[in-house]
């Protein structure tokens, strides 16, 4: 007998914490899947709580918002097999969290793939690698399972995997060992840079070795300093992907299998690497704001590429109604610095301001005056007008319930080249895992049709404006000497010396990395932002900030 | 033949990545230890390292650093015994942190206990049970170890244990069936309230239960938001404290073990719950000041309760002379606070300045006037006036090169009662897990003996001063109402209704919980604080900004 199935991806992006909404899409498309003759419904990795719930999964009252979706999806599952991620309670605890440990019986969750078909819960797999590493805490809330799964639907038998374990080879040959015709993996896989090709290289490596089809559902959506991408797809038994879903928006794409033949009804296109950083941006901003009950952003646009760029990806990500930019000039500020904001932001359609920082800066100096006596001027200065703008804009902000980006980049978060509580100050830091280097890329592909970036803006050289006739350069060698210095003591850990050794300038070498380490505190107090690097800051990297590291 | 043995429990305060000043202060106390005829020298888990040292132990070059340490022990330790603590790396790895796991082999270290003796390294116990919730993250560093060791001194069975492995009943068990006569236990437990009650009752149950005396040496010093309280100590196999090292200061204890019994040559007093936080709070600043390389403090010293405190506080850690309060009034500063600041200073010593922030308020009203026109006061005119505080701070600090200590206590943290860049503006915050209810109770303690805060300043009502007439009452219950609340729903993970079941008004309940969810965003950009509670904000309670949790 042909052995068939018709299995529909479901790539969500759904809301942590949002127990009641995240059910309803999954009731809504079960009733769907139902009418379009679905027989399995696959959803993401904790679709039911979204990911990462972090420490929501410790509040005991989970367990009943957990067991009441759990209850209607079983209901609701009829006619059509639902497979869809959400913690399972091992044992009710009291204790959760207390000074005990795993073996004493703290943790007490399971990351699971819930199987519900026939109106009943079936089956559920518990996620047998737990990643503790990079963003990932999941030691701190599950305990690992310790043994595949397979589920049995028309005949075919679906071994069943959530994201890490099928990155390790031996977990999915055990699967596969106990009989699948199929792997469903669900996911709550975050974006990086070359992070999809990397996840497709995995796949393909495991479908190849075990001879079978594989089919590979991801979550979408930012979250604090996480975009999902999407991106899901499938990929057959002889390594070929045969369907695969749009990034960085929910979508759903149907599968047919056939005996040990898998085939799609689409393969949408992968952006390339440009266009893959932007939207992850875009989507990255878009989400925060929605996702925290915001609608319109305030930003400073300084003349400076780096807000130049931000103003682009909020733009895209609000609409241009609900961005306003603001020209907070000095002194220092060059003329065609005001030309080119006001320039990018009439292209765009957005609402500009002049909002003139000098009287306030010149009342800060006179009240500092009698304690500044003696002392020579030097950053404190420039980090006062950096102050006065933050303190503009998040008033601004505050008046409207707007929310105020941050336009640093990644380069001046990894040496300390922003002021605490000045520029740094924001709810979200667009550009905060986004070297110098690609936020020219970036800014090029943004004026890839139309000059919405002024050219003059790319071009001149860089200048924080904050002192007379001020470059980066006085302070930083050319970022595309400083950015790879950086990539590599921050992503790759490497030692100044051996950065040395690839032909880097030692002074410029030892003065960054001092730079990087002893800069710690002001990351600390850093707006989130979206993660798009291997190792960005924030949960990624966990450095201690009193800390006597010397290299 | 009798079974004698002397040990020497070395409560260290030992700096996270200064790998070479931890050598040297182990190798003067091992020369000091031989000449004193000390047998068996402890000294406190990580103690190489320092703890924790979080992503420093992911730079592959660590492990020259720790070698290198490791050998000169191994040289060092002639005619003593040297426990220590110090990661062991199970193999080197290029590909640390990468995206895979734990089976696939990212983890790499053992936390470990090094013995050396007779310039040699002889044996290394790996813990066995890694905390991986609250504060602590071990599992993202370390493998387990999977048995118990026993090391024999003088004929005496030494059996090794590391911190969270005494708590845990199961392992100790297998330690003394394994043949121990006398168990070690190196350890860098963080103080909290409480907290050292706990670890003296379980450890007597292991001693009680076992049948064998235990000693017990730990880690002292500030570490970024942790403070270990040192306080070692030893009890005997029928459960009596026998001896105890200080609190809050490098000490160290001699210890005589002979056939069975276990005696110690000093008991330290153990401070009651007031001066115990205090001082917690105390060295919490000093440390932090000492290892990030400050010396200088400023804060803003408003006449109210928490500022009052946290200058004590600050006197007391850095010296009066290292410690600059600065009142900042303005309209609504009542006269009264200007005095009780004076006079706080006054009976303290500390430089004392008045900085009206008259003219900067009113600069920045005029220049957000006509954004303004047509808005409702609202408390954005509040924040500004602590912003504009803020940057008069900040700009202090920086050119002196000194640090703000912010003066916020944990209710205000929890229900976001702070402005961003504002009061929350600076490099510490003192108070940060300290309930305004304790706040009270600890200025009390300051006062015990000598009327260092005004009596007034404590009695009067408590209030921002941002707005006419304002009292902390007008948006929030009182304290002795709101901390009971916010503590069960922070830190016990009560839901509302639980709370409210309790006999609290539930309007209050539901206002104020949902005040903490939706506050998370001021938390993640707070500076660090010393954590004092079973649960402080930080890296102790990690929740989603974008969070649609909903009780």
């Not at 996480?226 to 979508?251: C, H």
Request: net charge negative; with cysteine.
């Amino acid at each position: 007998m042909k052995k068939n199935l018709r299995i529909r991806l479901l790539q969500l992006n759904a809301a942590v914490g949002d127990f009641d909404a995240n059910l309803k899409t999954m009731i809504d498309e079960l009733r769907e899947a139902k009418l379009d003759g679905i027989d399995v419904l696959v959803a993401p990795e904790l679709a039911i709580s979204g990911y990462p719930p972090e420490d929501l999964l410790l509040r005991p009252a989970l367990c009943g918002k957990l067991q009441h979706a759990l209850n209607c999806l079983a209901d609701a599952a009829d006619g059509v097999t639902l497979c869809v991620g959400a913690p399972e309670y091992i044992e009710k605890s009291e204790k959760y969290g207390r000074a005990e440990n795993e073996s004493a019986g703290v943790t007490k969750l399971w990351n699971s793939l819930w199987v519900f078909e026939a109106r009943a819960h079936v089956l559920s797999y518990h996620k047998q690698v737990l990643p503790n590493y990079q963003v990932f805490d999941e030691r701190r809330y599950f305990l690992p399972g310790d043994s595949a799964q397979i589920h049995e639907v028309k005949g075919v038998k679906l071994g069943l995997l959530i994201c890490e374990d099928v990155w390790v080879p031996e977990i999915v040959e055990r699967t596969c060992l106990a009989g699948a015709d199929l792997l469903l993996v669900i996911n709550a896989s975050p974006f990086s840079e070359h992070k999809y090709d990397e996840r497709i290289a995995e796949v393909r490596d495991r479908a190849l070795k075990n001879g079978l089809p594989i089919a590979y559902v991801n979550l979408v959506g930012g979250q604090d300093e996480l975009v999902f991408d999407g991106g899901s797809f499938a990929i057959s038994a002889q390594g070929d992907l045969v369907a695969r879903a749009r990034f960085f928006s929910p979508d759903k794409i149907d599968l047919e299998y056939s005996d040990g033949c898998l085939s799609g009804d689409r393969f949408e296109p992968a952006p390339l690497a440009d266009e893959l950083l932007y939207k992850a941006l875009v989507l990255g901003v878009r989400d925060y704001f929605n996702k925290t009950g915001f609608s319109k952003a305030f930003l400073g646009l300084s003349g400076g590429i780096d807000s130049a760029l931000t103003l682009a990806i909020a733009v895209d990500a609000l609409g241009a109604k609900n961005v306003h930019a603001v020209m907070m000039p000095f002194l220092y500020t060059a003329e065609i610095s005001l030309e080119d904001a006001r320039e990018q932001a009439k292209v765009l359609g957005c609402e500009f301001s002049i909002l003139s920082i000098d009287s306030v800066v010149h009342e800060f100096i006179e009240a500092l005056d009698p304690f500044f006596l003696g002392h020579a001027v030097d950053s404190t200065e420039e980090n006062l007008q950096s102050r006065c703008r933050g303190v503009l804009l998040m008033a601004l902000a505050n008046k409207t319930g707007a929310l105020v980006l941050t336009t640093g980049n990644k380069s001046e978060m990894a040496v300390g080249y922003a002021t605490l509580y000045g520029d740094m100050a924001g709810g979200f830091a667009v550009l905060k895992d986004v070297w110098k280097t690609r936020v020219y890329e970036l800014s090029r592909y943004v004026n890839r049709d139309k000059k919405i970036i002024p050219e003059r803006v790319i071009t001149r050289p860089p200048s924080a404006e904050l002192a007379p006739d001020q470059q980066d350069s006085d302070s930083l060698p050319p970022y595309d000497q400083l950015d790879p210095i950086l990539s590599m003591y921050v992503e790759d850990d490497l030692t100044p010396s051996e950065i040395i050794a690839k032909g880097f300038t030692e002074g410029d070498v030892l003065r960054m990395c001092r730079l990087v380490d002893i800069s710690e505190h002001k990351r600390r107090q850093s707006a989130v932002g979206p993660r798009t690097t291997s190792r960005g800051f924030g949960r990624d990297r966990r450095y201690p900030i009193a800390n006597r590291w010397k290299f």
